[in-house]
């Protein structure tokens, strides 16, 4: 496939996978997101498979395991979770508008697409494996495991106390471990992409991808902020926690996005 078939392709894959979002409006950002990753991955194995080598084989296996793992993982949420039941009740009586949806999702498969775009042109290019490519794999994989941990990590505290909010563990280090965990796994993908761009089209396709990743993750960490807020603002230990841990980006002394409204995704 030429660079317009395999982004159009990764497009129909994304819109596919992504449409969960009509039966709950956040699982365009949630569900979707994990499927469409794991759905262009495999993609990418099927019509390569012939010039796969184990380098951009084992970057395909660890992204579309980690999409695997995400959507599987919100989708349970979604279902099991009374407070996902009581959102979905609230967008129901919300009546999200037909056309908001509609934008929303061609809009997110787009960003997907970008995402996944420096592995398509690795392909295109046919570049061989590289030094990027094995950075690329090694941060992917880092960025998997830190959001998995976190994941594990707030299910176990969150079990042990269900009112508390979670300042254990890989939270100890920042507030949303979770969102650090996609930002490192996408600067994997980013980075396996530098020797690989040969064209300003390529390059802002790359570029657009990881910018609206690091927005997406940093107006996820400010909604969590806000929520976080309501339900413990008076707590003295919260306060204190949240005074000291930084939000999303370890030993950098950001402690707070909710003022930045712009922030809204």
């Known amino acids: 496939m030429d660079m317009l078939q395999i982004l159009l392709s990764s497009g129909i894959a994304a819109?596919?996978?992504?449409?969960?979002?009509?039966?709950?409006y956040v699982f365009f950002f949630s569900v979707g997101y994990g499927y469409s990753i794991l759905g262009i991955s495999a993609l990418f194995l099927v019509v390569y498979r012939t010039s796969l080598t184990p380098l951009t084989l084992a970057m395909c296996a660890v992204l579309g395991l980690y999409g695997l793992r995400l959507g599987t993982f919100l989708l349970a949420r979604g279902i099991k979770s009374a407070s996902y039941k009581e959102l979905f009740k609230n967008e129901v009586k919300s009546k999200v508008p037909f056309g908001v949806k509609l934008a929303i999702w061609l809009s997110v498969s787009l960003l997907y697409v970008c995402q996944m775009s420096p592995l398509a042109f690795r392909f295109v290019n046919k570049t061989g494996d590289d030094a990027f490519?094995?950075?690329?794999?090694?941060?992917?994989?880092?960025?998997?495991?830190?959001?998995?941990?976190?994941?594990?990590?707030?299910?176990?505290?969150?079990?042990k106390?269900?009112?508390?909010?979670?300042?254990?563990?890989?939270?100890?280090i920042v507030r949303c471990p979770n969102y650090l965990g996609e930002l490192i796994l996408w600067t994997g993908v980013f980075v396996s992409g530098i020797s690989v761009c040969n064209s300003v089209l390529q390059w802002v396709f790359a570029a657009l991808g990881y910018v609206g990743i690091i927005y997406v993750m940093f107006s996820g960490a400010r909604r969590l902020e806000l929520r976080q807020d309501r339900v413990y603002g008076e707590n003295p230990e919260y306060q204190a926690y949240i005074a000291k841990t930084p939000i999303l980006l370890p030993f950098i002394p950001i402690y707070s996005v909710k003022k930045h409204k712009w922030l809204v995704a």
């Open 133 to 159: 490519l094995i950075a690329g794999i090694a941060l992917v994989a880092l960025g998997f495991l830190t959001e998995w941990f976190s994941d594990i990590q707030k299910g176990a505290a969150k079990k």
């Open 15 to 24: 819109l596919v996978l992504s449409c969960f979002g009509f039966w709950m």
């Open 161 to 172: 106390n269900p009112k508390s909010f979670v300042s254990t563990g890989l939270y100890r």
